[in-house]
Structure formats: structure tokens, C-alpha cells
């Protein structure tokens, strides 16, 4: 079974209010204050600016959304994050805004490497914003991102 995840992540009030400036856009709630807004087709079309959103290596960040992601990042720290596995292969993605500059950046984890959860590019994301992990899990579990096997099925679990 794969996993596949493309998604902002800030604290729940943060989100809250950017989420009236994105159309399409929901909020799923994560633990420790967190929230995710899944990246879907909808929010993708409705984010870009038409140019192209790959400069930062990202497969699924919309044109000029890395302006938007700064510019929230005012009001305190906001990642955008993207996973995608199968079989226990895959990679992460993962940067980090806070007070209008890319403070973490964008890190990434190549296809077919085995890493330790503790130190992949999302886990260090998520410490930034303030996540701190259980014992015996790394923050990526211990907010929860494994509760759900892809973006949609977050919109489909009552987000927002």
C-alpha cells in the first residue's frame, strides 16, 4: 500500500484564517496545535500563478505559492511537505517559512534510501513548528500524519 501526502502545515489558528484566502481550501487537524491543508487539485488550481512551481523541487507546489507560504509565515511558522511511498520506498520533501524568509530548506530525501523517521526532511519541519515527539515515535506519527494514506483522504475525514 503507498502513502502519498502534499500539504501546508501550521498552527491550527494560522491556518484557520488562510484558509479564507485559498479557494477549495480545507483544514484537517493534526495533534499538538498542528493542521494540515491538503495540497488537491482544487487548492493547486486556485493557488498558482501560472508560472512554474518547481523551482523549490517540490512535484505539486503551485506557481508563486512560496510568495503566499512567506507571507503567512508572519503570523508564525508554515511548511510545505510532500511524501510519497510504496513498498516502503519513496521520499520526502519538506521547507520551512517563518517571519517572511524560507528559514529550512527545502530538504529532500532521495528515492530508495533508508533513513532513520527522526531525522527525514518532514520530521525536522514539524519540530520547527513546535512538534516534539513520543516516545518511540518520530513527530511525523506523533502528530499523526499517519492516519491517513493520501491527501484526499484527508479532506474525506471531515476536515475542515
Known sequence: M?????AVIAADELLRVVLRDVPGARVARLGQGLSLMPMTDEVFDGATDGSDGGDLGFWK???GFATSLAQWSSSGPVAYVEAEYFGGVGEQR???W?????VLGP???PERKRFLRAV???SQALRLLGARRSLGQDEFATVGLDRHRNS????SSGAG
Open 61 to 63: 507546489m503551485p506557481g
Open 107 to 109: 530538504l529532500a530525501e
Open 94 to 96: 519538506a521547507a520551512v
Open 120 to 122: 527525514t526532511p518532514i
Open 2 to 6: 503507498g502513502y502519498a501526502l502534499q
Open 152 to 155: 484526499d483522504d484527508w479532506i
Open 98 to 102: 517563518d517571519d517572511g524568509s524560507l
